[in-house]
């Protein structure tokens, strides 16, 4: 007859298999010759639940991959499962680099965009302390003819309205 492991006995494997996948992602991080071709590959849709996961908590944790990304990033930025994450991932990356490549990557999708994206780009912008774009993104939500964007314009305007009044982009 086997016995239950104990509580204790768990904890342990749990830690062990944390210090195992912390070794892995150094081997990977170290070693691997072509990062932002794996990861590209690894968040394609087809690619599968465990592998874009295992992407976004690298990016967001010891990559220096996302500029490379950035396409895929805010294409996921829109994901209900994955926005947190892509922002997250975004976020790491140096705002002098990435306020002039994302501006258009999120500009040239607005006009099909709509009003969940439009809250999503929002949220990005707001997440990552783009005040400039955002105030930018509510007024063309303001001007669209769908009451459910012109909503989005009217919540960022409410809660983030000062933000990019009195604070210049970094």
């Known amino acids: 007859m086997s016995t239950q492991p104990t509580d204790d006995d768990l904890w342990q494997a749990f830690v062990e298999a944390k210090q195992e996948m912390h070794r892995r992602q150094a081997e990977f991080y170290q070693h ?8 590209k590959a690894a968040l394609a849709p087809r690619a599968g639940a465990w592998h874009q996961g295992a992407a976004f908590d690298f990016l967001s944790e010891l990559s220096d991959d996302g ?5 895929e990033l805010v294409g996921w ?3 209900h499962r994955w926005a947190l994450a892509a922002r997250q991932a975004i976020d790491r990356i140096p705002r002098d ?3 002039p490549l994302l501006e258009p990557l999120i500009l040239n999708q607005l006009d099909t965009a709509d009003d969940d994206e439009y809250r999503r780009f929002a949220e990005l912008l707001a997440h990552i302390g ?3 774009l955002l105030g930018w ?10 009451p459910h964007t012109q909503e989005v314009a009217g919540d960022f ?5 000062p933000m990019w009044l009195s604070k210049p982009n970094p």
């Open 137 to 146: 993104l509510v007024t063309q939500a303001q001007s669209s003819d769908d």
């Open 130 to 132: 783009a005040w400039d």
């Open 157 to 161: 305007t409410e809660w983030y309205g």
């Open 32 to 39: 691997a010759r072509n990062k932002s071709e794996t990861l």
């Open 97 to 99: 680099h990435l306020i």
């Open 67 to 71: 500029l490379a990304l950035l396409p």
């Open 77 to 79: 930025s829109t994901s």
